[in-house]
């Protein structure tokens, strides 16, 4: 059988069309405004506007707030703009548990704050930005990762 069908039976090309989009919007922030487009701040920079404690109260987070919620709007714009037009109106359904599903985001939530920044944003943005602490963290997060699949896939049915 022939081995690219056998890993990707939905076809790669998608992949690697969303992976050079990815690639590229995160170049063009940075080329057009020194910015480097992470994600996880977001978070913090929006709860600025409401928690006056002095953590979402510093300087980075105040001056940041106004073009990360314009930049995380064009994200979910773009979200959009993808379901309208190139999924066939389908919606995409799970079957796991609401509740599973509030547990994983809030230890997503935890772990992003606690790593400065979430698995995507240190590969992607912080990585191709040649940080240092970057490549540690991509480095934790797949050998953690693949540490616990493989025990997952020794011990659970």
């Not at 690639?23 to 405004?33: D, N, S």
């Not at 773009?78 to 109106?89: E, H, K, M, N």
């Not at 943005?125 to 616990?148: H, I, N, Q, R």
């Amino acid at each position: 059988m022939n081995l690219s069908i056998l890993l990707f039976p939905l076809g790669w090309q998608h992949y690697l069309l969303g992976g050079l989009s990815i690639g590229m919007g995160v170049a063009l922030l940075f080329v057009t405004t020194g910015r480097i487009g992470g994600i996880s701040t977001v978070f913090s920079s929006t709860w600025s506007f409401v928690v006056r404690k002095p953590f979402f109260q510093q300087a980075r987070l105040l001056d940041s707030r106004g073009w990360r919620l314009i930049y995380t709007a064009g994200l979910i714009a773009g979200g959009l703009v993808w379901w309208l037009f190139f999924s066939g109106g389908e919606t995409m359904r799970t079957s796991v548990p609401v509740w599973q599903l509030l547990v994983g985001g809030l230890f997503v939530g935890y772990g992003a704050r606690l790593g400065n920044g979430c698995t995507s944003g240190h590969g992607i943005c912080g990585m191709s930005s040649l940080k240092l602490p970057s490549l540690w963290a991509v480095l934790t997060f797949m050998s953690t990762a693949f540490l616990t699949a493989n025990l997952a896939a020794r011990w659970l049915p």
